[in-house]
């Protein structure tokens, strides 16, 4: 299984940015997807996860109203909006996958490699 975020950059507060996962080895409408961040010096964190269909999805509090979870089960790709951006969402964001999840919190089978975010004041 190989999961590649892209998407990431510098972002001034207020900006947006849109990351994308590709995913790959996988049956892919199979897999509940999730994002995940970790800042410097914190624990990681889930940020936001869809099911395999696309209908439910769930977010970290601090982001809810500002990120959008999505996904193109023909593209086998996930997708994060960021609008509305904050200093306090800089981190390095990664997907994940996993069978058994739903897309909500919790452990991931799956996790691909992170995208650096970082949004400035």
């Known amino acids: 299984v190989q999961l590649q975020a892209s998407g990431g950059g510098l972002v001034q507060a207020g900006g947006s940015l849109r990351l994308s996962c590709a995913a790959s080895?996988?049956?892919?409408?199979?897999?509940?997807m999730a994002w995940f961040r970790q800042a410097p010096g914190k624990e990681r964190e889930f940020v936001a996860g869809i099911n395999r269909s696309g209908v439910r999805k769930y977010y970290l509090d601090s982001v809810k109203g500002r990120f959008t979870i999505s996904r193109d089960n023909a593209k086998n790709t996930v997708y994060l909006q960021m609008d509305s951006l904050k200093p306090e969402d800089t981190a390095v964001y990664y997907c994940a996958a996993d069978l058994n999840s739903g897309g909500s919190r919790g452990e991931y089978a799956y996790r691909g490699q992170g995208t650096q975010v970082t949004v400035s004041s």
């Open positions: 080895g996988l049956t892919f409408t199979s897999y509940a």
